[in-house]
């Protein structure tokens, strides 16, 4: 069982948005506003998309924004993309230099 | 550009040690607050955070795993090392090496909390 919960999958049709929750405990997510999301491929490497609940790096579109509400974080994808289809991960710092991973969501575009 | 990318045995037998090997390019872990860290995946399953070294070789360990983690970097050769002993089957899985960072937070001191470059990750099998 993983430390934070994840819906196992989500879908929406392309142009539309989707929302991909994360829940976790007042020791993880809602303790701290160090929340990532990760996008993995099938057999590719995961990829950073968002960090500190909330921030983008370099380079991930706009499309993909984060927020944070008590102890259930939120990844939204807007104007959806048939390359947005991947499984997605979100991740918490959990005090005590601890960091823990959600089940993974599988969306998929329509 | 930062790559890393996984080396080491593709399959081991149960109770033995398993040694991976992290090779980077793109940075230095001569870096301040630079870190290197191991992170598994079991087969449709999961990401798991296992180690992560720094640049001034402070080490940090997932808390279910610490006693069978040695995590070590030679900073000349861009390289990091993984050893997990007494491996079993429910360690199979694919393996990834990815960079990360360590910041201040007034609140709770050093920490990291993301990865933002990572390998494609090798996967281990565990069978005699």
């Known amino acids: 069982q993983s430390a934070l919960t994840q819906p196992p999958s989500a879908s929406g049709s392309p142009g539309q948005s989707v929302a991909i929750s994360c829940t976790g405990t007042?020791?993880?997510?809602?303790?701290?506003?160090?929340v990532s999301w990760y996008q993995q491929h099938p057999g590719k490497a995961p990829k950073l998309m968002i960090y500190?609940?909330?921030k983008r790096p370099s380079g991930v579109p706009d499309r993909f924004s984060g927020s944070k509400s008590g102890n259930t974080a939120s990844l939204t994808v807007s104007g959806l993309q048939a390359e947005d289809e991947a499984d997605y991960y979100c991740?918490?710092?959990?005090?005590?230099?601890?960091?823990?991973f959600g089940g993974g969501t599988k969306l998929t575009v329509l | 550009q930062i790559t890393l990318k996984e080396s080491g045995p593709t399959l081991v037998k149960p109770t033995q040690t398993l040694t991976l090997t992290c090779t980077f390019s793109?940075?230095?872990?001569?870096?301040?607050?630079?870190?290197v860290g191991w992170i598994r995946q079991p087969p449709g399953k999961a990401l798991e955070w296992l180690a992560l070294?720094?640049?001034?070789?402070?080490?940090e360990y997932s808390p279910s795993l610490n006693n069978r983690l040695t995590i070590t970097k030679d900073t000349s050769k861009n390289k990091v090392v993984l050893a997990m002993t007494n491996m079993d089957p429910e360690d199979t899985g694919t393996y990834h090496c990815?960079?990360?960072?360590?910041?201040?937070?007034?609140?709770?001191?050093?920490?990291?909390?993301?990865?933002?470059?990572w390998g494609q990750g090798i996967l281990v099998t565990v069978s005699s």
């Open positions: 990815a960079h990360s960072a360590r910041f201040y937070d007034f609140r709770i001191g050093y920490y990291f909390s993301f990865f933002d470059y």
């Open positions: 793109g940075f230095s872990l001569r870096t301040s607050e630079v870190g």
């Open positions: 070294i720094y640049w001034n070789d402070d080490k």
């Open positions: 007042s020791s993880d997510v809602g303790g701290y506003n160090y």
């Open positions: 500190d609940v909330s």
């Open positions: 991740s918490s710092y959990a005090g005590s230099n601890n960091v823990v």
